[in-house]
């Protein structure tokens, strides 16, 4: 089946530095890749929607300077969370919709549990 | 806009019983399609079943199966033979034909008590 992967599966900083979360489609190759937040016993709250070469869009509500979102390959999509504050620390979801995509059903990642301190 | 609701927040069922989940969803459109993802503990997302708005026969996977009512816009999972590892989060979860936004119900969580 295809297969999605994200590094780091956690990850703990300072207030103040950015943190980088990949996410790669390992055995196809994605068009589209999604950023999803997720809360505690909440559901999950699409961040943004990114397409291989071109700018990402964003949410409303989603400030795009602060979560910079890069689909630069077929294969990788990366989530930078810039000058992370406390109030970021969440649990980051990506899925990935395959070039020839049955139902458009998007395969999601294992999750990045974000820690700032 | 398009909306899923999930009105059970919480369900415990004893295992090898049938238990269902219920969402309904809100819609102009014909096209679309509707999915049931898993989340266990491990937060991992699974598709747990999908169901084409098109087709009129229900969608079965093993245990599970669903009621699609599309004029009543429901959508209900039903797991039979429950067990324990049927434990997680369940979520409804919605999508335009000619869209790729997921748009996900607030979930439900499971409980298979032993």
């Known amino acids: 089946g295809a297969v999605v992967s994200q590094h780091p599966s956690w990850v703990i900083c300072k207030s103040g530095t950015s943190v980088k979360i990949e996410c790669r489609s390992l055995?196809?190759?994605?068009?589209?890749m999604f950023w999803y937040r997720q809360f505690p016993k909440q559901s999950l709250m699409l961040m943004a929607t990114?397409?291989?070469?071109?700018?990402?869009?964003?949410e409303q509500g989603v400030e795009k300077d602060k979560f910079l979102i890069n689909h630069a390959s077929l294969t990788l999509s990366t989530l930078t969370v810039t000058s992370a504050h406390p109030e970021d620390s969440s649990f980051y979801i990506c899925s990935a919709r395959a070039v020839a995509s049955l139902g458009n059903e998007q395969f999601f990642g294992p999750g990045t549990r974000l820690t700032v301190l | 806009a398009q909306t899923v609701t999930q009105s059970q927040p919480e369900m415990s069922v004893q295992e090898a019983e049938t238990v269902t989940l219920s969402c309904t969803y809100d819609t102009s459109e014909s096209n679309y399609y509707l999915f049931w993802y898993k989340q266990p503990p491990s937060r991992q997302m699974i598709l747990v079943i999908r169901?084409?708005?098109?087709?009129?026969q229900n969608a079965t996977e093993n245990r599970f199966s669903v009621n699609f009512q599309k004029a009543a816009k429901s959508f209900s999972l039903k797991i039979s033979d429950s067990q324990l590892g049927d434990t997680a989060m369940y979520f409804c979860?919605?999508?335009?034909?000619?869209?790729?936004?997921?748009?996900f119900g607030k979930g439900t969580r499971l409980h298979i008590l032993p």
């Open positions: 979860a919605f999508v335009m034909n000619r869209d790729d936004k997921i748009i």
């Open positions: 169901q084409e708005a098109y087709k009129q």
């Open positions: 990114s397409n291989e070469g071109s700018k990402a869009t964003y």
């Open positions: 055995d196809f190759q994605a068009t589209t």
